[in-house]
């Protein structure tokens, strides 16, 4: 069959060198894609939120299933604009409706989901910019630090932790008075702090059954030791080392069924991904967040882990008999490691030259912000190039991703050396 990819990054190019594996893929398409994918698919341009140009794609092209990589065209409504179409109601769309999208489009909503199905999550409240000062009086009932996030979407940037009231209560009027993330933060959530070691776990379900992958654990911020601003993610490990048998039945119990169970319950159309933001604190885990399509980076150790056929599992999903197959995961641990344009998460130049990627032997090589221009690969975003390795443990995989990078230039280019520092 013919299949669309949609996205430009990391997790994209993920998506599309499994997809190529397979023999159930006749032609593969990228939109908008990057270097990286231009080698095994064919780029189209076209922006992840055009659907009528979408439609006219996949018509001309007789594309059969399109897998959604960010989240706007999901919260947008994509796989809704699919269903109600005659002409592509029986393409397979792998993601949510416009409804299970607001598990991520929404905080307060999955809050609200989270406390209805009874799911270990953090005490919370919502504010809006004309009820600030209860707001305010809200933080003096908590201890710091203080956990403020943006409502809507902030290109996972819309979460502060502060340590100081003031500050707290300063940005808390920032975010909705001076609509410091734009719309994103018309409403604000503020929680209680969980205290803890994080990690992300991925579910693939087709709105009945569910298959639990790999897990996984993300760098978010741009400095050593997890100091500096946030970023989209400077790296990832799988699987994650505390993660043993005995906490991974709690989260399948406690959080897994029943969020899969829930949407059921509500009768909300989800054939995707959900991407379930945990916190171990002791021994329990909790929910942090719920993303409704893959993480990146962590897509890029995840999916490699998967020996599965990758579309035969996304036609189970799509003809809702994920319970008729079995998932084959390589024991191995996988780790990626992102390089960054120099400046970003703030202001960064694009149009470098990358070198060395063909010297890359013992990796592989994810584009994330990359072009051709004048047939040479050069950088086109914050995140440029993630670097993922095998071995038999963490350790060892990471080694290898650092030894591959030493054989990749671009000017500025920056990486961190320290992933895995807390495990």
């Given at each position: 069959m013919n299949i669309l990819v949609l996205g430009s990054g990391g997790r994209e190019h993920t998506f599309a060198y499994k997809i190529a594996q397979s023999n159930l893929c006749e032609k593969l398409f990228v939109a908008p894609g990057n270097a990286g994918t231009a080698v095994i698919a064919t780029n189209v341009s076209i922006a992840v939120t055009d659907f009528k140009a979408i439609k006219d794609l996949v018509l001309k092209e007789n594309i059969e299933m399109v897998v959604v990589g960010p989240e706007d065209p999901l919260v947008q409504?994509?796989?809704?604009f699919f269903a109600e179409d005659d002409d592509l109601k029986n393409i397979a769309l792998i993601g949510?409706?416009?409804?299970?999208?607001?598990?991520?489009?929404?905080k307060e909503y999955a809050k609200e989901f989270l406390f209805r199905h009874n799911i270990p999550t953090a005490a919370y409240q919502s504010f809006i910019s004309d009820t600030v000062d209860e707001g305010k009086q809200f933080l003096e009932t908590l201890q710091p630090p203080y956990v403020l996030k943006a409502d809507g979407l902030a290109a996972g940037k819309g979460v502060l932790i502060l340590q100081d009231i003031d500050?707290?209560?300063?940005?808390?009027?920032?975010?909705?008075?001076?609509k410091k993330f734009g719309a994103a933060s018309e409403k604000v959530v503020i929680e209680e702090f969980l205290d803890g070691i994080?990690?992300?776990?991925?579910v693939l379900t087709d709105g009945k059954n569910y298959i639990t992958l790999p897990t996984a654990k993300d760098y978010k911020r741009i400095g050593e030791g997890d100091t500096g601003l946030n970023t989209g993610g400077m790296g990832a490990i799988s699987p994650v080392p505390f993660a043993n048998s005995s906490f991974m039945k709690k989260i399948e119990e406690q959080i897994v069924k029943p969020t899969v169970d829930g949407?059921?319950?509500?009768?909300?159309?989800?054939k995707g991904f959900i991407f379930i933001g945990l916190i171990k604190v002791g021994d329990d885990p909790k929910v942090i967040e719920y993303n409704v399509r893959m993480g990146d980076p962590e897509t890029e150790v995840v999916l490699p882990r998967v020996k599965t056929d990758l579309v035969s599992l996304f036609n189970h999903?799509?003809?809702?008999?994920?319970d008729k197959i079995d998932v084959e995961i390589d024991p191995r641990s996988a780790t990626t490691v992102m390089t960054v344009s120099g400046g970003y998460p703030e202001a960064y130049e694009k149009g470098k030259e990358i070198t060395g990627i063909e010297k890359i032997k013992d990796s592989i090589?994810?584009?994330?912000?990359?072009?051709?221009?004048?047939?040479?690969?050069?950088?086109?975003?914050?995140r440029v190039i993630a670097i993922t390795s095998f071995d038999d443990d963490f350790r060892k995989a990471l080694e290898?991703?650092?030894?591959?990078?030493?054989?990749?230039?671009f000017e500025k280019m920056y990486y961190r050396k320290d992933l895995g520092f807390d495990l």
């Open positions: 409504g994509i796989a809704d949510p409706s416009k409804e299970g999208a607001r598990l991520e489009g929404s500050k707290a209560k300063a940005e808390l009027e920032n975010m909705l008075t001076n994080e990690l992300s776990v991925f949407l059921a319950k509500e009768e909300i159309d989800y999903v799509s003809n809702q008999t994920l090589v994810f584009h994330a912000g990359t072009t051709i221009a004048d047939d040479k690969v050069v950088t086109n975003g914050g290898k991703s650092y030894q591959s990078i030493e054989k990749l230039n």
